[in-house]
């Protein structure tokens, strides 16, 4: 079974500042996929990225990059240049398999606040 | 991207009623959708996923026959809480996947949520 670990309940960042979220996970699979997300106050679930098991470069999108580093089976998130809009809950996830289709396994989550 | 809604947005019922929790992927189909509960400063946890045309499957310790999944049709699977109580209290949220994310592979979208209140 397949188990992701956050182990930062909550994150203190000062606005314009780079953060970074723990995420580790355990699987025995060699094909997965490795998500974060954002779900502030209102309780949406914001996708942020993605990284498949097989990606040789971290992924990024726009201020959101993700280090990844397989043997370390870890999967954190960077924030770059936080903005008070960042306060919210993030989550890291993983699927098995490359596909959509299977199921996310959540991690407790990283409350981040962003102080001006 | 692919949109997905769900209704009501939230509920409140009265223990021994109840409810059913509705979700739509508006602007694709989903053979396959995936119902997620989170209580209060927790994390998501599936309850069942939701195949259209046949049984939902369920998650260890999900009761099935509290929790009804129909997925009528492509695009609509149902979430009925029976008999709520107040520990059901919580909040649903519901996901499909769609190849009309960003990414290549098949991202799951995922509804607003319905925050259920039983008294």
């Known amino acids: 079974a397949q188990k992701i670990t956050q182990t930062q309940p909550g994150m203190f960042v000062q606005e314009k500042e780079a953060v970074t979220l723990d995420c580790t996970y355990d699987?025995?699979?060699?094909?997965?996929?490795l998500f974060w997300y954002k779900q502030p106050s209102s309780g949406e679930m914001i996708f942020l990225i993605y990284q498949g098991s097989y990606d040789e470069q971290n992924a990024t999108e726009g201020r959101y990059s993700l280090n990844f580093q397989k043997a370390r089976k870890s999967a954190n998130l960077v924030i770059s240049a936080s903005q008070l809009g960042d306060s919210a809950m993030y989550f890291c996830a993983m699927s098995l398999g490359n596909s959509g289709y299977s199921t996310l396994t959540f991690g407790k989550g990283t409350m981040l606040l962003v102080s001006p | 991207g692919a949109v997905v809604s769900q209704h009501p947005s939230w509920v409140i019922c009265k223990s021994g009623t109840s409810v059913k929790i509705e979700c739509r992927s508006l602007d694709f189909q989903a053979t396959t959708m995936f119902w997620y509960r989170q209580f209060p400063k927790q994390s998501l946890m599936l309850m069942a996923t939701?195949?259209?045309?046949?049984?939902?499957?369920?998650e260890q310790g999900v009761e099935k026959d509290k929790f009804l999944i129909n997925h009528a049709s492509l695009t609509l699977s149902t979430l009925t809480v029976t008999s709520a109580h107040p520990e059901d209290s919580s909040f649903y949220i519901c996901?499909?996947?769609?190849?009309?994310?960003?990414?290549?592979?098949?991202?799951?979208?995922f509804g607003p949520g319905t925050r259920l209140t039983v008294l």
């Open positions: 699987t025995s699979d060699q094909s997965y996929g």
């Open positions: 939701s195949n259209e045309g046949s049984k939902a499957t369920y």
């Open positions: 996901s499909a996947p769609s190849l009309a994310g960003k990414s290549s592979y098949n991202e799951q979208f």
